[in-house]
């Protein structure tokens, strides 16, 4: 479903560290949140993220949102996040590459992965996004109906009820503000 990608990038540390594609402390701090997640094996499973979640968010949906990170990070779709994985994702989330920061969110709305967001799927993911980021403080369920509604308008462009990446691409910087929401929440 277009995240063909998984087969690039660095395999092993050693081949990342010499690839200069991320700065050593990077490699260093994301390694050691790797190792915490995954218990110090060379993979973590969803339950894994889930209790990591858990204990830094309080939200009721931090369980939920886990589980969506999770979906996305797990590229090939083997139940197993590896090291590979977890630094695709971070990559994507922190570096200079608008593209990839964008392709990442598109992925995380389109929960069924079939390659389109619908207003579905894009209702619930901000529900869960707010719901993390705010806190029991979060109440307003009728606001973010409306910036769904907003967001299918102007990203929609032809209103077929379901957004592609490339309407995505094309729209998202209208909202970014859903990136940064995912980027606080990941880093
Ligand atoms: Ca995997
Ligand atoms: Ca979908």
Redesign the pocket.
Known sequence: MGQDSSKQGPMTIAELKKSGALSLSDIDKWLDNFMHTSCHRDYFTESDLVKQYQENFTSDHASAFARDVFRVM?????G???FK?FVLTMTSLTGDDVNKKIEWAFWFYDVNKDGTITRGELKKMLMIICNVEYGSKFKDKQGVMKMAECMMSSIDTNHDGAITLSEFKDGFHKKEFCIGVLKNLIE
């Not at 797990?74 to 083997?78: E, H, L, Q």
């Open positions: 797990d590229r090939d779709c083997n197993m996040v590896d994985e």
